[in-house]
């Protein structure tokens, strides 16, 4: 039996520990408004590492302000670092537990926050452990855990991306839905258009106002023209809000946009178009203020390099395994954007990212525990782990 199977049947072997390990960090709500219960979470989280992997050859610990701190840990190993991402806070509200409890039903485990990322976290802890026990060299492990990942990662985006330095690879440990890894995401926009008029009374006086409603109306018509599927751009102008009462013409209205694009050239595209934008009625104003939240993740040689390396070892481990590029991002994007191979969706295969039907498969964990754990030896080596002959 080659290494890869080997890797496998430990794991699988090993399914009612993953399970318990999940169990309780589920029953830790980790809310990323919530500040107390991430850091509650994560001190929980730096034992329960230090139990299962050891103590880390250092960690670093930055204070995330008002979200979650983020801690970055060293693990000794052979070869260029590799950087495990994960983040631990979730989108689910502090409570949620008390109505929606860990389950376990066949194949299947639910709970807030079991998909989106919990369960991810859990395989690459067990991914070391594996190698560790069947005595297989990985390069040296640098794990970062964020907490303010789910509200755009604001705190943390400089720590990840220092944390990518002189690395040879990342595996970014979010969920994927259909077991697909993504080897490009889009970048991200969140921007917000301002209009402000003149206000006046609309039945007695409307020729001495200036609708901002109006404007902004143009505007959103304007924006949504923007979007070009072919080239991968969506324009969406998902909140408005604007005026005081139907008889009064609006002084003031303001739309919240949401820009995702493939590439670069899009981006510039797109921010030429918001600097472009004017108000219709001269007495009146259009701005747009706002920023690129997270670049573009592009697929390059690299990145497919990497993808074929863990594709091939997939194959070995008796399963096909595809690639997506997705409009989502992740803090992935981060680190693509500084031109080094990522692979992201490593973690749980299931599905319901923020939503209550959120879950996760055994089998799927058990199957992407043992590929990271083959994928991280295989960095060690020119040419990976090979078949027997």
């Not at 409009?327 to 973690?347: C, E, I, K, R």
């Amino acid at each position: 039996m080659n290494d890869v199977r080997a890797l496998h049947d430990w794991v699988s072997a090993h399914r009612d520990d993953m399970l318990g390990d999940l169990s309780r960090y589920v029953g830790l709500e980790t809310p990323s408004d919530d500040k107390p219960s991430l850091a509650a979470g994560l001190s929980w989280l730096d034992g329960w590492l230090r139990e299962r992997l050891g103590g880390p050859a250092a960690l670093r610990t930055t204070d995330g302000g008002q979200y979650g701190d983020i801690h970055v840990y060293d693990y000794p190993g052979t070869g260029k670092p590799v950087l495990l991402l994960c983040h631990y806070d979730t989108v689910w509200p502090l409570g949620t537990l008390a109505g929606w409890p860990f389950r376990v039903d066949g194949d299947r485990v639910s709970g807030p926050g079991v998909f989106d990322m919990k369960a991810g976290l859990v395989q690459a802890v067990w991914a070391l452990r594996a190698l560790s026990a069947a005595g297989l060299p990985h390069p040296p492990i640098r794990l970062l855990l964020n907490g303010d990942e789910e509200i755009g990662s604001p705190a943390s985006r400089p720590v990840i991306e220092a944390a990518a330095a002189g690395t040879a690879a990342t595996l970014v440990f979010e969920a994927s839905a259909d077991g697909a890894l993504k080897t490009a995401r889009k970048g991200v926009g969140l921007f917000r258009v301002l209009a402000t008029g003149v206000g006046a009374h609309a039945g007695l006086d409307p020729a001495k106002g200036a609708s901002a409603i109006d404007e902004l109306a143009r505007a959103v018509v304007a924006l949504h023209g923007l979007t070009d599927l072919e080239a991968g751009t969506t324009v969406n102008v998902g909140v408005i809000t604007g005026g005081t009462r139907s008889n009064v013409i609006a002084e003031a209205a303001q739309g919240n946009i949401d820009v995702r694009v493939s590439s670069a050239d899009e981006a510039a595209r797109i921010d030429g178009a918001l600097a472009a934008l004017r108000a219709h009625d001269p007495r009146a104003k259009v701005s747009v203020d706002g920023e690129w939240n997270r670049p573009v993740m592009a697929r390059t040689p690299a990145v497919a390099s990497l993808y074929e390396l863990a594709r091939d070892l997939a194959a070995e481990l008796g399963f096909a395994l595809r690639e997506c590029s997705v409009g989502g991002a992740s803090d992935g994007n981060f680190v693509a954007a500084l031109g080094m191979p990522v692979l992201d969706g490593f973690g749980a295969v299931g599905d319901g990212a923020h939503a209550r039907h959120e879950h996760v498969t055994i089998s799927g964990m058990l199957e992407r525990t043992a590929l990271a754990a083959a994928l991280l030896h295989a960095l060690t080596t020119e040419k990976g782990i090979a078949s027997p002959r």
